[in-house]
């Protein structure tokens, strides 16, 4: 479904990611890890085309995306959230969702959108709040709105960027089964996280970075038990 | 509701077009400097409205109009010289939004201002070192009430754009332009592309603005037609109605159109001053635009109706 090769993003001097490779097959969940300022998030913006790359390559479904627009990446069926929630105020809650609806690979406009939005908003738990302001919307639901946004076209790919962090316990029980519910619909998700119970619960496979390179990828357990992964996260003295 | 809508746009079309069958000469010169600053505003807010990107750019397209149409008055008809100015209006407006609508917020401003200002001195440096004259006599035979009639149709026509806009994809899309361009481009809008189209449009419409009201000049030259208080008349019209809806520019001009024209007559010398302290007393007190308060005043009488009931 996805495989990038050899990814690298200069910012000045700065090596932000530096010789990335990794494939994504159809239907898997990968997490992306690494501690703070490893490029994780510059990973998924350059795939999603919100950044270009300095080098490397990246297909998606068969064909090449990297110095493809962001409108086009995500006509192709690849859809993102925001490592901090993004949503347009202007437009009612449902409109927001009805957005990716009217510029995808297929538009639907009208009453075709309206009940294909509301049945996104009432996936992700926001049943009947269509009419409503943005404004209107605490933390959650903010994140719940933008993962329906994310999905309502019906995306064969997903990344999610933090898109678990800050929420409660309960919240964060809520917001793993919805993304369970997305792994077994077939959806294949790319997602970077903290949080590792979401991780543990989530991700048969993890890829972990740290300082812009791939420093490990395989199996979630055998991964996190990885001493440089380790070290990544907590220094030499722990390994 | 919509039916209703429509019928009072009717209603209220066909109100406006007999207005100067009953009034003189004098009066037919108001009724234009009125609807041709409802057409700028409304035109203005066509692009400037929902993406946010201010323009000072109206006098140079304004002006564009007005020039083609000097230079052009004794070779065409009136009708063809029209197209040819929107033609022009349309070509600069493409270009110079190629250029600059990767410009972002106030970098887009000042191009705006200085684009004007680079047409009008483009223009006075063709005229006198070319032509050897500077300005420029119309001489073409459109009644008054002929040109409010002519710019009633394109305030017409903005207006239906505007609420056409307002109602298909196109106007989620530059609504979310407005709030998050990353947001617009990864859900699959040609960020650029919408740009660039109300611009050109807008532009075309303002273009044309200018164009239908030369012949009431007879003599022209640049410091008249790109005269940049123009450009912020329209955009202190916009903002006081409240450019993000239908109605808000033409709320905002007419009632300001006057006040200016009084201004004018009463305090011909200290008419920038007043101005200047229009536009601050509008950006502190209506932030929103008037026809916002509207809002706020229903939703003070609702909850004052709640709090009746309780």
Redesign the interface.
């Known amino acids: 479904m996805l495989k990038v090769v050899n990814l690298t993003k200069r910012f000045g001097g700065l090596v932000a990611v530096n010789g990335v490779d990794f494939d994504v097959e159809q239907g898997e969940v990968v997490g992306l890890l690494g501690p703070n300022g490893s490029g994780k998030s510059t990973v998924m913006n350059l795939i ?3 950044l270009p790359r300095t080098l490397g390559e990246i297909d998606f479904d068969g064909q090449r995306i990297d110095g493809k ?3 086009r990446i ?2 192709l069926g690849l ?2 959230t ?1 490592q901090l929630v ?6 009612k809650i449902r ?1 927001n969702v ?3 609806l ?4 297929f ?1 639907v ?1 009208g009453s075709e959108a309206v009940k294909r939005a509301d049945a996104a908003l009432e996936q992700v738990g926001l049943a009947g709040r269509g009419d409503g302001p943005v404004q209107d919307l605490n933390y959650i639901d903010q994140k719940r709105l933008e993962l329906a ?1 994310a999905i309502v ?1 019906n995306p064969k790919m997903l990344l999610l960027d933090e898109w678990m962090a800050g929420l409660n316990p309960t919240e964060l029980r809520t917001a793993m089964d919805l993304i369970a519910g997305l792994r077994d619909s077939g959806m294949t998700i790319l997602l970077v996280e903290h949080i590792m119970e979401a991780v543990r619960a989530l991700c048969p496979r993890c890829i972990v970075m740290s300082a812009g390179t791939k420093i490990a990828d395989g199996p979630t357990e055998t991964v996190l038990a990885d001493a440089d992964v380790i070290e990544a996260y907590l220094g030499k003295a722990h390994v | 509701m919509k039916t209703f809508g429509i019928l009072t746009f009717l209603v209220l079309a066909v109100g406006m077009a007999v207005l100067p069958l009953g009034i003189g000469d004098y009066g037919h010169g108001v009724l234009v400097g009125m609807m041709s600053y409802i057409v700028l505003a409304s035109a203005w807010a066509l692009f400037s409205g ?1 993406t946010r990107y201010v323009s000072l750019a109206t006098v140079a397209f304004f002006g564009i109009g007005a020039y083609t149409v000097a230079v052009l008055a004794d070779h065409l008809p009136f009708g063809a010289i029209l197209v040819v100015a929107g033609s022009i209006g349309l070509c600069v407006a493409l270009l110079v939004g190629l250029a600059t609508l990767r410009l972002a917020g106030i970098y887009f401003v000042i191009f705006s201002f200085g684009l004007a200002e680079l047409v009008r001195q483009l223009i006075t440096w063709f005229e006198t070192s070319v032509n050897h004259t500077l300005g420029r006599y119309i001489f073409i035979e459109v009644s008054t009430a002929q040109i409010y009639w002519m710019l009633l149709g394109l305030g017409i026509i903005t207006l239906g754009l505007r609420w056409w806009i307002g109602n ?2 196109l106007g ?2 530059v ?2 332009i ?3 361009e ?10 650029t592309g919408v740009k660039l189209a109300l611009f050109a449009v807008s532009s075309v419409l303002i273009t044309l603005a200018g164009a239908i009201q030369a012949p009431r000049w007879t003599y022209v030259e640049p410091s008249i037609v790109f005269n940049p208080t123009i450009s912020f008349m329209t955009l202190v019209m916009a903002l006081l109605g409240g450019p ?1 809806r239908l109605w808000g520019p033409v709320a905002g001009a007419v009632p300001l159109y006057f006040l200016f024209e009084w201004i004018a007559t009463r305090f011909p010398d200290q008419n920038a001053i007043i101005l200047g302290l229009v536009f601050v007393a509008i950006v502190f007190l209506v932030p929103g635009g008037l026809l916002s308060l509207i809002d706020k005043w229903r939703a003070r009488a609702r909850a004052a109706g709640e709090q009746a009931h309780a």
């Open positions: 999603s085309g919100a627009p962001p409108h995500a006509k859809s993102r925001f993004r949503l347009t105020p202007s437009l409109d009805i957005l990716p009217a510029f995808g690979a538009p406009f946004r076209t | 929902p298909s994809r989620l899309a609504n979310a407005g709030d998050d990353t947001v617009a481009r990864h859900a699959g809008v040609n960020v993000g």
